[in-house]
């Protein structure tokens, strides 16, 4: 019984081929490749039009030096051997540090207005083309270089290049679930990237790697640790390695946060209480920030999740989410900094819909904050769920600015094994309407503060980057840290053009590849989705690992069930959170509630969420629900199936190593599909009673199989010990 | 205060400068560098003298096949693209394969009776040269290949070449200290090389990189699990995972072993017991086992670490080791595998020095275990300390094969941080004479078989590699992995040419840097000892993540302590191991313990290991011990500072990358035995109460500073929780 030798045997000689190879396309480079351009009159064009760099050697801060030297690094490698143009020429700078640049603008009457707004045009005169890449800031010019480079790798034309963009939010902000263990939790991207250890006398030639595969998508800031914390983060010895890192991203504008345990007091300051309201405790966490400062002067702040899954916080005193983020919040505004206070709270003694609890919680307190505290939420009410309708609260603050919370790591959409594309689940949530002021008022202009006027506005993402040599494990799930930082800087950008956009600068320009590609990535996220949780369906996954199913997991606390969730029985399944029910939808304003009431009215995406309903419902199809249902899993698995094709196809068309990966990992995610639909299917078969649609395949074991079935070891789950 | 800034801002441009290099020396590539050839005679040499490679197409399998590959690729890279003779010839292959090598054996009338056994020639004749490369087996052409390329790789004449050698040793292993949730205990080197959660589906092209330089220097197994076992890996999700690896390794005739849990029947089974005589249990193992075997045929067997440090064992069911071992040996026997039984075991509850607890308990089983089982035991009797004397079993069970353990991951001489090259460590032990048949019986030809004829010789080494893009962290650990392999085949290699040759393959050929980084690696070992545990000291390092200093430590279990090992008081230090102390020097051959029972006798590398003397005892230098302790203390913080001058004028004649790190450990390295040297002494000095002699820098802070610093963290140790 050795039915992986084959497989493996022809794994190893795929490997072998690999390894003969002369260029190395592991991953590492990102979408930072720059590899030299092969298309004839593109490099040719380029080549007359782009000239010698001239940067003004006056005034070169950090910040314009890599500039320079990443614009160096990218034409060399993207224009290869090529005769540049001695007529033309490339200006790079600001117009308070370039003289000729400002005598341009001037001429041109372009002022900016906007913090980090770069601008980056051509100007063709009788063959000779100037190209200014300029900006209201250093900051900005290197992020103008970055859109160039990315213009010059799509191979979009000089003729007519005008990129002239500026954030329209503020805080563009990763979370590393990292621990000082360097496990991060939730990943399978390998160790954290932060080798504490060698800190701060060794810096990592990656870390600036990281920095330049941030600032090239906008990223402005880092939180290095876990939210569930640890206040060792906070002792000198690991504030002098926080700093070392700190001055690392500086040049990149990249500012770093820490996660503050609220109990650090306690723990590293050896004080009896963490009372936020203690004078005793107060001083503590001053102090402690002043000395952050001295370290780190333009430290960004802390990211806090208090009272939640068991992580201290200022309840523990009678106090309030407010006192808690307040105290923080006070210690950190005379240096600049700000707190961002996760709304992740829930707590199964509250007799409340779990869906219900944050809104509950948070909207007592609005007016409530500091003008730098800020409550980070995430994008649905529950956690990441592959689909989530958005978070209640969004619009309900008024007077409080809140982050939006995404996970780039796919902690339920498959780790490091499933591809996702995640823009268009991101997209959804921004585009979806609050209502909050009428129409229109839409996630995205809550939280960019053009609902609100709010300050402080933020992004912030779940990183999905670890030491493994291409970051995040999959190939393509690096696509997701590339478009969080896309959305952030412009939410107003598609889904399709992020994609179009990291492909190409990934892997290559070739249609076939980009459109190959780009119809698998724009699927995927709705495939996972019906494969695993689809009609609203949610929080179905195994007990603790979270990968792979559990429908029937019912043990120990009710809202880490998943019966809680799906609430099937024999009439039929979904969570009644309307009037009938627990009314969570009653949470929404008054337009969302009339359009999501009914079951019938509802997007079908949702229904599950909102609406228990009958076996027999009738669908939009025309299907009854249980048919949907079983369809919508098997037409998961088919899609996979399809995808395994196609990529099947770019063999040969893109590099071997990374083809290689992504096609082993299509073939265990095709598994991983089929065996979501046939537990969940089997499982909410006891229920329904029903026959399967002819047109599926059926379960190929009966539910004990897969009830009994264990999954060791998945990496990121927090229980993992030694 | 903020002192670090200036010094992150340099590492800062350092690391730009290095990001900015087009050739990438990040240690990925280990000593398998194949960089082209710069010295023009040598090249030239080269590329009339090897000609075209003649590998005859009939049964080439894997192995084959991958020699072939090695030597394309090694002959690419050096010769570059020079034109190499149309006349010359390179055959490769076995003479049962290849005709043309049959034929010019025969003539020579060369045969081969080892295993293994690689034979690498050049023949001329009028300006064409026949190389052969040969051996008793496809893996002995392998290794072959792995001949030749360093021969090329350090310049060596084609003229006159003639490379034969066959393994001193039969089985030459790697144990990785792996847990399956991809930590490494007691390492610095990032996460566990086996992404298990990816197997079976990826083979990560690393693995083959792996298995290239195991194969390189004639390692032929691995130990894919932690010594502190758990019994997961036994399951078929595991197992199925374990054979891809397997199937990975074999083409590079590497077998795979793992750690068996002793109490695996219990966790993974549900049996009540794990009693080895129990017929229940028995029949588990031999099905457990007859099912790995289906997966892996060629699978090495077990290594078990029972009744030792918590880790469960036959004892608890009143068995002994030999019954534990003989239960899994006969499991195994049928299929070809082995059992490595550790002899590291000790138990506070025995009231006997630690020292003398294997010897007791293993000599006593000496004739027990069979033929299939044997013993692994550490260099020396306490636990890989910077200096242990050779371990009193060795020599001492005459009907027993031991294999030798050392660790080659630098748990006790610095982790990752300080450069230690171990040859010298290791050659010490080997060239130990344990005068078990007389004079001569060194540990070397114990470990050989020579000295009693033992079968299934092993040499066991504790890895050091993790996912780390450098494998090792620190650039020169990688050395260590390379002196193992060398050692294991050939125990008669000088340390002087494992590190010329390493550093050559590793960096280059240029005098100076050989002779620079040589003279550096062959003092370190030495020096580390000097400045953390010398003349004999052992077991003073910090409680729990043994990195830096702890003399000081006396809290719970006493042979846990640091004054347990040291013993100082106001007459002296040392502990007393002869004949008026705890006699554990008698467990050695009559003529060693002749040697070293006297304090005035013994090589005073070991002096405090034996004896425990006055602070006034006088030296083979005139000074008093205390005096030389402390010269000695200051003499390896003084080498350090010496080894970054010396590494600093390397600067230009390696790569930035490397350098600069070797460098930026350096400076860590030199304060940590400032460190070292400063809490011992200044610890000592409250028992010995004489003064400092005037050439050494007194410890700069008071003792209390010492006691009381924590450090947070230390990466691989087993507390390391999430």
Redesign the interface.
């Given at each position: 019984?050795?039915p992986?030798?084959l497989?493996?045997?022809s794994?190893?000689f795929?490997?072998?081929a690999?390894?003969?190879l002369v260029s190395a396309e592991?991953g590492y480079r990102l979408w930072l490749r720059y590899e030299s351009i092969q298309k004839q009159e593109i490099l040719d064009s380029y080549l007359s039009n782009i000239g010698t760099v001239d940067i003004a050697q006056k005034d070169l801060n950090?910040t314009l030096?890599?500039a320079a030297?990443e614009l160096?690094?990218g034409l060399s490698g993207l224009l290869g051997s090529g005769e540049r143009s001695n007529k033309s020429r490339l200006l790079i700078g600001t117009a308070s540090q370039n003289p000729k640049i400002a005598k341009i603008l001037e001429k041109q009457n372009t002022n900016f207005d906007q913090k980090d707004e770069y601008l980056v045009f051509a100007d063709s005169k009788s063959k000779q083309t100037t190209i200014v890449i300029t900006g209201s800031s250093d900051q900005a010019v290197l992020y103008g270089v970055f859109a160039f480079l990315r213009h010059l790798q799509t191979h979009q034309p000089i003729e007519g290049l005008s990129l002239r963009s500026a954030p329209r939010v503020e805080n563009r902000i990763l979370n590393h679930w990292d621990?000082?263990?360097?496990?991060i939790?939730r990943s399978?991207s390998?160790?954290s990237l932060w080798n504490?250890?060698?800190l701060?006398?060794?810096?990592?030639?990656?870390?600036?790697?990281y920095a330049r595969a941030c600032a090239s998508v906008g990223i402005n800031g880092t939180v290095l640790t876990n939210v569930?914390a640890n206040s060792?983060v906070l002792?000198p010895?690991?504030i002098?390695k926080v700093?070392?890192l700190a001055?690392?991203f500086r040049?990149y504008g990249i500012r770093v946060y820490l996660t503050a345990r609220f109990s650090a007091p306690i723990e590293l300051g050896g004080l009896d209480s963490a009372d936020p309201l203690d004078p005793v405790v107060i001083k503590w966490w001053n102090d402690k920030v002043a000395e952050i400062y001295?370290?780190v002067?333009d430290f960004g702040g802390f990211l806090v999740k208090a009272n939640s899954e068991g992580q201290p916080g200022p309840q523990k005193y009678g106090r309030d989410h407010a006192d808690g983020a307040n105290m923080l919040a006070d210690a950190l505004a005379p240096h600049g900094g700000i707190v961002m206070w996760r709304a992740f709270v829930y707590d199964f003694e509250i007799k409340e819909d779990r869906h219900k609890q944050a809104y509950t919680e948070f909207t007592n307190l609005d007016g409530r904050f500091r003008e730098n505290a800020i409550v980070q939420t995430k994008n649905g009410a529950i956690d990441f769920m592959p689909r989530e309708p958005y978070h209640p609260l969004f619009g309900a603050t008024p007077e409080t600015t809140q982050a939006l919370e995404l996970q780039i790591t796919q902690e339920y959409l498959g780790?490091?094994?499933h591809l996702a594309y995640l823009a268009p689940m991101w997209r959804e949530v921004l585009n979806a309407d609050t209502f909050a002021q009428g129409k229109g008022s839409t996630v995205a202009k809550v939280i960019d503060g053009s609902v609100f006027s709010h300050k402080n506005t933020t992004f912030a993402g779940v990183s999905n980057a670890g030491?493994?040599?291409n970051w995040t494990?999959h190939p393509i799930a690096a696509s997701n840290w590339y478009a969080f930082g896309r959305l952030a800087w412009d939410h107003t950008l598609s889904s399709e053009q992020i994609a179009d956009e990291w492909i190409r600068m990934t892997f290559n320009n070739q249609s076939e590849v980009v459109d190959t590609i780009a119809n698998i990535m724009l699927a995927s996220h709705q495939t996972v989705v019906d494969y695993s949780m689809p009609l609203g369906l949610h929080h179905i996954m195994a007990e603790g690992h979270h990968y792979g199913p559990g429908p029937w997991f019912d043990q120990g606390r009710p809202d880490w069930t998943s019966v809680y969730y799906h609430r099937a029985d024999e009439a039929g399944i979904g969570f009644d959170r309307t009037e009938s029910g627990t009314n969570a939808l009653g949470q929404y304003f008054p337009e969302r509630v009339a359009k999501w009431s009914d079951p019938e009215q509802i997007d079908e995406r949702y229904l599950l969420w909102f609406h228990h309903v009958s076996w027999d419902f009738e669908m939009d199809s025309g299907e009854t629900l249980w048919n949907e249902l079983c369809l919508t899993y098997q037409r998961g698995v088919n899609d996979v199936a399809k995808w395994i094709q196609e990529w099947d196809g770019l063999s040969g068309k893109i590099d071997a190593?990374r083809h290689a990966?992504v096609a082993?990992?299509l073939?265990?995610q095709h598994a991983d599909a089929i065996f979501w639909k046939d537990a969940c299917l089997s499982y909410f078969q006891t229920f329904s009673k029903r026959p399967y649609p002819k047109s599926i395949t059926p379960p190929e074991n009966d539910l004990e199989h897969y009830k009994n079935f264990k999954?060791?070891?998945?990496?990121g789950h927090?229980?993992?010990?030694?």
């Open positions: 019984m050795k992986l030798s497989k493996a045997l794994a190893l795929i490997s072998l690999i390894n003969s592991d950090p030096r890599v030297d160096q690094k621990n000082l263990t360097r496990t939790e399978m390998g160790a504490w250890f060698d701060p006398y060794y810096i990592e030639p990656y870390y600036i790697d569930n060792t002792h010895q690991f002098e700093a070392a001055d690392t040049p001295e370290y002067p780790g490091d094994v030491n493994e040599r494990g190593q990966r082993a990992m073939i265990r999954l060791y070891h998945v990496p927090p229980a993992e010990q030694w």
